[in-house]
């Protein structure tokens, strides 16, 4: 029996949900897939209890292949999720309500069942401005729920403490990836967030198939996932390391009576938060119901846990937070960057040359009443003003200072970056706090995103102006490479 978990009011999902992002891989030779014959083999699924299934606006045309389903079968019970990936730079609330009615016109659907959504970069606002807006249209009826994809802990803090209702955050975790099981999941479980885990079988690389075998090189690789999750590998300590994982996993395996990959997706179906697994289809090509379905006949014993524990402690973390590697490097894409995914990342606010300086100005109204600039250049050198957790009419963090807090860096980092710098051009920061008992919280906040950096810095508690701040931040970077 597949097991369904219900994410919130009336979103109920199987645990194991059929992720579709191969319909890209199968269409990059320019082919698109028949869009009737394609549909006609996910009823194997829905037919055998896997009646959820993702999809997002960039993998090719699977919302069309799911579209089509649905017309075909309309009394079928079935649970679409879809993303939403827009391209870095200007976005308006038009172009918001385009993207869900385009999504909705694919799906055949009078509602998105839950809508993920993906940010490029933090240090442009404009990603708030998108959820402000897709939160808008599901208070119209256009989208039940909102999800997130590939949010790290700090910025799923910020949405939620704004007031952002998400039900999901979408990330990579696997026996190679265990960056979710950390801070993430803290949250998650705090706030009610389940998280949906892709990579478990790491692009197939988690198999019998790969036992024993010699280190592939990335130009002999079959497929997108497995170009993507070999650099995963060698991320995480190397191929020899990988083996030895392999080896564990493959007597977890006999142990009971299943495949490595099915040990390796039950391990991360049980840890904590994790609402559901994402396993990958090549929509009538490859296709494993049966096999998918076994995850549910067993459960890994207390030994096999530890087994599979110790091997763990062998590989090396995958650096940074969820999603980190679509947003600054090693970036662990198919490609090894992003250029198969966005062509260039526009300066997140305006700027202005006068007199022999060049102004970043983010567009607040303040600007122009206390004649002040979101940051100023002269030269090689950069000064951030004071900056607080507002964004347009919106209070970011709600009351906590943590989410203020790594909100206000973002911001100083989109200034700095408009102006030709980098965060690790700051050489000095000075925060000021209204509450003395938030100064760890705070403290904590800038080692969190300044450890690498380490500039000077001063913090002061100060009356702000402004009782929903709770605290403001300035920053000066140097510029040193031309």
């Known amino acids: 029996m597949i097991e369904h978990i219900s994410l919130a009011d009336g979103l109920k999902i199987s645990r194991v949900l059929t992720g579709l992002w191969q319909i890209a891989d199968m269409e990059r030779d320019g082919n698109v897939l028949d869009p ?23 993998y090719g045309s699977s919302e069309v292949i799911a579209g089509t389903f649905k017309e075909i079968n309309p009394s079928v019970p079935l649970q679409l999720l879809t993303k939403w990936v827009p391209t870095p730079g200007p976005v308006s609330k038009d172009d ?8 909705l016109k694919r799906m055949q659907s009078e509602r998105i069942d839950l809508m993920q959504f993906h940010a490029w970069s933090y240090a442009d606002p404009r990603w708030l401005d998108c959820l402000f807006w897709l939160q808008e249209l599901k208070s119209e009826g256009l989208i039940h729920h909102l999800g997130l994809t590939n949010f790290d802990t700090a910025h799923l803090r910020i949405v939620l403490k704004s007031g952002i209702k998400v039900v ?5 975790y696997s026996l190679l990836d265990q960056r979710a099981s950390g801070q993430m999941t803290a949250l998650c479980q705090k706030e009610n967030v389940n998280l949906l885990a892709f990579g478990t079988v ?3 690389f988690l198999t019998e198939r790969w036992m024993g075998q010699p ?3 990335h130009d002999k690789l079959a497929t997108w ?9 060698e991320a995480a300590g190397g191929w020899k390391k990988f083996q030895g994982l392999l080896t564990v996993l493959h007597e977890v395996a006999k142990e009971h009576a299943v495949p490595i990959s099915l040990v390796a997706s039950k391990f991360i179906l049980d840890q904590p938060a994790v609402g559901g697994v994402i396993l990958g289809s090549r929509l009538g090509r490859s296709e494993h119901i049966g096999e998918n379905a076994r995850l549910f006949s067993f459960s890994l014993s207390s030994k096999s846990n530890d087994a599979i524990r110790a091997a763990l402690n062998n590989f090396d973390a995958i ?43 983010s567009g607040t109204v303040w600007e122009d009443v206390a004649g002040f600039s979101r940051a100023v250049r002269s030269e090689n050198r950069i000064l951030v003003s004071g900056t607080t957790a507002t964004h347009g009419s919106h209070a970011i963090g709600g009351n906590d200072p943590a989410a203020q807090a790594h909100f206000i860096i973002d911001k100083i980092e989109g200034a700095i970056q408009s102006l030709g710098g980098a965060l690790e051009d700051v050489v000095r920061t000075r925060i000021f706090i209204r509450n003395i008992n938030d100064w760890e919280v705070i403290a904590r906040v800038h ?11 001063t913090m002061l508690r100060a009356d702000l102006i402004g009782e929903e701040y709770l605290v403001e931040m300035e920053a000066e970077a140097e510029i040193s490479r031309q």
């Not at 996932?225 to 590998?233: D, G, V």
């Not at 679509?326 to 990342?345: E, I, M, N, Q, W």
């Open 202 to 204: 790491a692009g197939g």
């Open 168 to 172: 999901t955050n979408q990330v990579c």
């Open 225 to 233: 996932s497995e170009m993507k999750y070999k650099r995963f590998i």
């Open 36 to 58: 009737v014959a394609t549909a006609k083999c996910m009823k194997p699924y829905v037919e055998s209890g896997f009646t959820t299934f993702d999809m997002a606006d960039h």
């Open 447 to 457: 080692g969190e995103r300044f450890k690498d950096i380490q500039p000077a810095n």
């Open 96 to 103: 918001v309500r385009n993207a869900v009615l385009l999504a």
């Open 215 to 217: 280190e592939p090189k």
């Open 319 to 361: 650096p940074g937070d969820c999603g980190d590697e679509y947003r600054k490097p090693p970036f662990l894409t198919a490609s090894g960057d992003l250029s198969h995914h966005v062509r260039k990342f526009p300066a997140p606010y305006p700027t202005k040359e006068q007199h022999g300086k060049v102004k970043a100005l």
